[in-house]
């Protein structure tokens, strides 16, 4: 695996189909599997692993975004890659940069609204790193399904000739869905989270009990996550998985999302329900057997 | 030469070093002399034909925008292109766009502040333009100034890996620059809107002559406008190359621009003023021999 810090040499390793998979770093079991299919399906694997500031509102929690270079090194050279991207904040931005995409209607609710700016300075980053990496395929977790919708458009928008694949959440083997923030949880913290899984799991069932209707859904999920004083809800929406706007039924591709915040740590989860041969199906994700390798040492 | 109405085709198409000149149509020797440069510089020459509707305000001209697809084709064969893209509004926008490309700063003055949501249709075309066709090397007229200014910073923030081009203002005989707006002007119009370029000249030998000061060049060019009865000055400003920055003093990279109106019609001018050798040297652009193609029949 090489690893390179400007968009030129990251051009000139890729040959063939070019997968890539954008990352935060601080890696799971989540990007892996992003990584494992980009490396069924490609010929090249490129993975980049940037903080980026632009997605950070004041606040929040850039500097103490949990970083680890050595370790997600070896688990990009591990799981196949052959290209890691890893540019500095200078090499991204030598200047602030004046040049902000937006993506207007899929951003407005849930993560939009809470979280201002976010999802531009998402949408302006990813928008980079496909102009400058020109991918043929990228890959991005369900997890953030709002995000995914976002990009999906973006890219379809702006004529990005790269096919964007959304992969499965992938869940520790309580349920609990992978995300690099897990780290700050506390054992409270930690039991009173899967009250969120739970609920969707639980809004999954009814689905295929037929259950169709929006409010009854989210009801199931929120009142999971009520019942745990350890954590706060602040939305639980059935959403139209391409426009991300609140579903009153489940008439058309949807997810089922969830935002709580434990402590001062924010969780994201969802269900995505597909229409397959007829039937409405949910997509709870896929389950490790062992706990996950963000609290291992490599 | 090839003309064809999606991406995938222009992209199948290209080989080599790939240059490519966007237009609205309605050619003239101006974006011509785009052509010339990139069949000078590259493999492949991509011309794309596209009236983007989204750099059009309310109440501008985009459904009397001059159109004449049989002449363009013509045209942009015989200059060498290899690919003609002219892609409709349905294949380009298949739904209604929900993302836009901004680029703060350099939009703010001059015609960013005249036709609000203007430069954002423009960045959010080209934008589209690059991430589908790719192209290695870009041609711009350097007389939409402050459009170049923001295609290159656009280019850059985004790290799209094409180098931008701009290429000098092309003439009528007696020193207009060409526009396909041109063909609005009627005969009084037409000799009143000498007097842009020609204070546009005056200024430029006041450069030479050792003048600095950016309100002394603008009074140049400025009293040159307010002395056609038949022409309203909008606005003289030398403004910074790259940001488009209003500038007190000519001690950078710049350009000394003009917006007018001739009736209905909005005209713009400038000169491009760069340091060489220690000397600032205007560049007022290059002369027709003969009254411009827009005239004829071709």
New interface residues.
Partial sequence: MRTVAT??EV?ALGSGIVGFVPTMGYLHEGHLSLVAAARRECDTVTVSLFVNPLQFGPGEDLDSYPRDFGRDRLLVERAGADVLFAPSVEEMYPSA??????????TAGMEGARRPGHFDGV??VV??????I?PDRSYFGRKDAQQLAMVR??AA?????TRIVGEPIVREPDGLSLSSRNIYLDDAQRTAARSISRGLFAAAEAVTAGERSGRELERIVASSVRAEPGIELDYAVLADRDTAEPLGCLDRPAFLAVAAAAGATRLLDNVHIDRIEGEWVPDVGVRLDTRSILYKET
Same sequence: chains 1, 2.
């Fill in positions: 968009f030129a051009r940069p004046l040049t902000t995409v937006t993506v207007a209607g899929v949408a302006t928008a980079k790193l496909f102009a400058g020109e458009r973006m928008d702006l004529s990005f000739p």
